[in-house]
């Protein structure tokens, strides 16, 4: 669905519009299996080369020195309390049967894989279904084979035919299922196309079968986007605040949706400001209804190469633009008003959809390790500003910027998931936080603040715990390596600290990526378990001295730990479900993309197979989780 906004508050003034694109390229299971699929955006191959060292380059060597009490940091300079769960993501409804399942009882495996993983770090997982498609869904008592959800067509207004999704009650037990297996809590969104009939099956179902894992309901989706296409061409903040006041009047109405402190908005996209809204009344009239303050934004559009519109945007010129700590300072800045009014109501201030760019993102950016660098830098700087959630969006084939892509169900049987870059940044932000809701966070500025060499001091429980070390150059010489050397005011050093790197060759690189010796997998190879040995590096310091002296290659992104991590336990939970992981796990494409024309169930896949496996079984889906056969699933993570 096309949206255009004008970013009166962005850096760069242009008509954008940001766009999940629900067409999938044409793929055949032909006998070119793997050469066809590769056209779709999520799987682009494009490397980009990785920008020069600047001229002049970053100093290698600087000092930090961090107060050891957050009571000893000047005042104003900490954020509020953020929690582990700070990134979470945003799912399009109309992608919600290939990512999480086709009903309640058919899970994707891949997808609790990677929720249990940021769970484990983080508690829980934020996830917000909805998107575009929210305000023209609607209820249906059945759809064929048990689906959760459908979609139809039905907004002829819109020039890229977003699709009405038609959901059943099912689509409720598939989220609570999902929930009571990992953590995940919902924010969903009520229909919003006609204010006559707000459709309010979605917020009921939700309220009884979801109970505490229903944590907020968006009102209106970017709505400084309707004028002239959901609405009238005069429609207004004001218009908005007033329809939202109608939605209480109808909800308040309605025995079977009791919550009523737990809605969200305005979701404003940069056509409006959010100060437009609140000075409409939206804060003052409705707060004790607004369970969070909400906005949208895509630092740029790349909407030329799909739809012929705005401009032409060259990758690789845009590239530096997402490697260094001016971005995501110049992205949060305009939000800090806002930010601030929300905190004095009280309110969480949420970035309810984001990521590298409008239109599906740029192709050999967007999946990059570059990316996922500055996907983590903006969510610390979103953090330190004073955002208590960002979440980021994921949607179908043709979207370069996915956290984690399905394939396409009609070739689960050949393929396994793939790992967008920034699906790390979610992770590593949930270390970076922890489980305590605590965390606050500061931007140091340190080394000149030198834009290429951002750093972070974290305070948990109200002393220093950890220090998140960027560096975005690329430098294959080593020469471009940083040390800095970290000192504490009001107390000594550890004796040792503990790091765990987040690595790659380059920031081009899509693959070759690390978290502390660990990696997910290249495209269609990941089943949302790690794999390969744990590797944290343990750093000598100098008491006497009081340093602690912490290399970060070029590139990398380094998470110093003063004080140990918790353990991220491997989760293992029961459930009454029978589950193929184990098998798919060891399943190369290269030996998949062989075996066209064989059905699923007669696959043999050499000696890594376990005939008791049901990677073999005769429904041939890989990685489904199927809620039949009572069995012991062991999600082994790490
Ligand atoms: C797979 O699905 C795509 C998109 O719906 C369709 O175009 C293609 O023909 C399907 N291929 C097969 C082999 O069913
Ligand atoms: C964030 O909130 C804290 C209060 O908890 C305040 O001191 C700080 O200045 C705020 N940060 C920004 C960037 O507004
Ligand atoms: C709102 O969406 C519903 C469901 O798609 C549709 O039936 C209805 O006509 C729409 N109403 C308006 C005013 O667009
Ligand atoms: C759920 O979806 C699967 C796969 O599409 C289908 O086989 C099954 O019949 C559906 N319904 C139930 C209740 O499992
Ligand atoms: C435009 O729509 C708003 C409500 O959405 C209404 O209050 C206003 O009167 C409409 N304006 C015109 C010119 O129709
Ligand atoms: C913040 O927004 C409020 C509400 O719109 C406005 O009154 C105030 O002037 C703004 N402050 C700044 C510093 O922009
Ligand atoms: C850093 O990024 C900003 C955009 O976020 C861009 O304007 C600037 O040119 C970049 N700096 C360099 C040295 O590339
Ligand atoms: C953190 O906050 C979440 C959500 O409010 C809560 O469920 C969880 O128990 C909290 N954790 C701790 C350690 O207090
Ligand atoms: C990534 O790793 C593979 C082996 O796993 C290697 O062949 C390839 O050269 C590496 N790529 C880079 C850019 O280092
Ligand atoms: C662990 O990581 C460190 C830092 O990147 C590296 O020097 C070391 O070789 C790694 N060890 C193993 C066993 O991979
Ligand atoms: C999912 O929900 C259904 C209710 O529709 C229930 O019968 C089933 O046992 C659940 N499956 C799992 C795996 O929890």
């Not at 309390?81 to 891949?110: A, K, R």
């Not at 894989?113 to 609607?138: D, S, W």
């Not at 919003?192 to 505490?212: C, H, K, M, P, W």
């Not at 003052?284 to 969070?292: D, K, L, R, S």
């Amino acid at each position: 669905m096309l949206r255009f906004a004008l970013w009166g508050l962005c850096l760069l003034d242009v008509a954008t519009a940001s766009v999940t694109v629900y067409g999938q390229i044409p793929i055949g299971i032909s006998s070119a299996l793997s050469s066809t699929a590769t056209q779709a955006a999520a799987y682009d191959t494009t490397v980009l080369n990785p920008p020069p060292v600047p001229n002049p380059a970053p100093p290698t060597s600087f000092v930090l020195t961090l107060q050891s009490l957050a009571s000893a940091v000047g005042s104003g300079v900490l954020s509020i309390p953020i929690s582990g769960t700070f990134f979470g993501f945003s799912v399009e409804m109309s992608v919600i049967t290939q990512l999480f399942g086709t009903n309640s009882s058919y899970i994707q495996v891949p997808f609790l894989n990677l929720m249990a993983n940021i769970q484990e770090r983080a508690g829980a997982v934020y996830m917000r279904i909805g998107g575009n498609t929210q305000e023209f869904a609607f209820y249906v008592d059945s759809l064929p084979e048990d689906r959760a959800i459908s979609k139809q067509k039905a907004d002829s207004n819109n020039p890229t035919q977003t699709p009405a999704v038609i959901y059943t009650m099912d689509l409720f037990y598939l989220l609570s299922n999902i929930s009571s297996l990992v953590n995940v809590k919902w924010y969903i969104g009520v229909p919003f196309n006609d204010t006559s009939d707000f459709r309010f099956q979605i917020v009921e179902y939700s309220e009884a079968i979801l109970g505490d894992n229903l944590i907020g309901i968006q009102v209106g989706n970017e709505p400084d986007l309707y004028p002239g296409r959901h609405r009238n061409k005069t429609y207004s903040p004001q218009n908005y605040v007033n329809e939202f006041g109608e939605l209480i009047t109808a909800m308040t109405a309605d025995p079977n949706a009791p919550v009523r402190n737990n809605l969200i908005g305005p979701s404003v996209s940069g056509t409006w400001t959010p100060e437009e809204v609140f000075d409409a009344g939206f804060i003052t009239t409705y707060g004790v209804n607004i369970g969070a303050i909400s906005v949208e934004h895509y630092p740029t559009e790349n909407c030329f190469p799909v739809y012929g519109i705005s401009v032409y945007h060259d990758p690789q010129l845009e590239f530096p633009n997402y490697l260094n700590h001016t971005s995501p300072v110049a992205l949060c800045e305009p939000y800090l008003n806002a930010s601030n009014i929300a905190r004095a109501a009280g309110k969480p201030f949420l970035m309810f959809e984001t990521n590298s760019a409008s239109c599906g993102g740029f192709p050999g950016i967007s999946d990059s390790f570059g990316a996922a660098l500055w996907a983590l830098d903006y969510g610390l700087q979103m953090a330190y500003s004073n955002f208590s959630g960002a979440m980021l969006h994921v949607g179908g084939q043709d979207t370069y910027y996915n956290p984690f892509t399905a394939p396409p169900t009609n070739q689960s049987r050949y393929y396994e998931w793939t790992i967008g870059a920034v699906y790390y940044s979610a992770l590593i932000s949930a270390e970076v936080f922890g489980k305590t809701n605590t965390s606050q966070i500061m931007d140091l500025h340190g080394n000149g603040n030198n834009e290429f060499t951002p750093q972070y001091a974290i305070y948990e429980n109200g002393a220093i715990a950890r220090v998140a070390l960027f560096n975005y150059v690329t430098d294959p010489t080593g020469a471009s390596t940083y040390t800095a050397t970290i000192s504490l005011a009001g107390g000594t050093v550890p004796s040792s600290v503990q790091v765990k790197y987040f690595l790659s060759p380059s920031v081009s690189t899509k693959d070759n990526i690390t978290w502390a010796g660990q990696t997910l997998g290249t495209a269609r190879e990941v089943d949302g378990r790690f794999k390969g040995a744990l590797n944290i590096t343990t750093i000598t310091c100098d008491t006497g001295a009081n340093t602690c002296l912490i290399p970060v290659p070029a590139p990398a992104f380094a998470l110093v730990f003063l004080t140990a991590e918790e353990d991220i336990a491997t989760v293992t939970f029961s459930t009454s479900v029978h589950t193929n992981t184990v098998n798919t796990a060891t399943v190369a494409a290269s030996v998949l993309a062989t075996s066209n024309g064989m059905a699923g169930d007669v696959w043999k896949l050499a000696s890594t197979s376990n005939e008791k496996n049901a990677a073999l079984s005769r429904d041939g889906h890989a990685g489904w989780l199927v809620g039949t056969v009572a069995a012991a699933l062991a999600l082994i993570l790490c």
